[in-house]
């Protein structure tokens, strides 16, 4: 599936934005009759190619610059659609920056602590949407659109730039004071205090740090884990992780919306096929000619 980099080297064209006005105004400026005229095939040329006789050839010419016409028509109305929702969904960090290594070059910079909060979070629902299980519930499968869209890079790098960062947080930080096993009820007798497991929800259950966990628990919410997310954000800060940050933002943005993009791709595949209609056509007629004469 395309991303919107791939789809950018065409979308960002000047040229082809100007056909965002052909849906509205293409029909007046096409099949206006100055410019019928003026586009109208040479019948002296039409009554070679097909044997006409001379008082027959300009009406052929004039059906046949029509047909033309509509395969243009309705070629740079694809291609208009095409690039207004390209111009209307695509990421803006996208348009900006042709690769993820020139946003890194640019952006690296410039980051800071807030904004990197803000790009981890948009990052860690992206990696559990691409593992392909709901946020809430590890049993319900996402659609395999969703799974579809995000690559494997984005995927590999996510888990290991997660556990990496997870791994340099400071010892003291994951130090607690022991807490009580018992409590005493108003008779005196005591009674066992169980102990939540998901108090560190960042394990699997043979006690290794998992990246798909520790990108839960940043997107969970729950007050007891502000300080984990207060803490994983300012690592990810740091001069070590900010890149890979920068990189996975815009590899999570540069495969979103799957379905636009789709989409997208349609309208200007469809475009430029409808386009080269008429020159193959042409191409074809004239080889014909040439072969046979």
Known sequence: MLPWSSIRRIGQSRLLSLTIVVPFLGSLL????????LLTLSPDLIRRWLNLPMNGAEEVARQITLSRLYYVYFGLTSLGFGSALFAL???LIVKSYASAIECVQAESSLVTRSRVALLLSEVSRRYIDALGF???DDMAPRGIITRMS????????CSVAMLEIFSDLPPEHFEKPPEPTVSLEADGSPTPIEIDPNDEPFYDK???PDSYMIAKALTSG???LQWFTSAFQTQAASEAHRNDMLLMHYMAL???RPRLRVLVA???GAGFALLSIPTLMTFAQLAWHLIVR
């Open 30 to 37: 096409l099949f206006n009759q100055h410019v019928v005229e």
């Open 89 to 91: 969904f695509c990421p």
């Open 134 to 136: 709901d946020e809430y």
């Open 150 to 157: 995000e690559p494997d890079d984005f995927i590999n790098l």
């Open 206 to 208: 043979r006690g290794r």
């Open 222 to 224: 729950f007050r007891r």
């Open 254 to 256: 540069d495969n979103a």
């Open 266 to 268: 349609f309208f200007y």
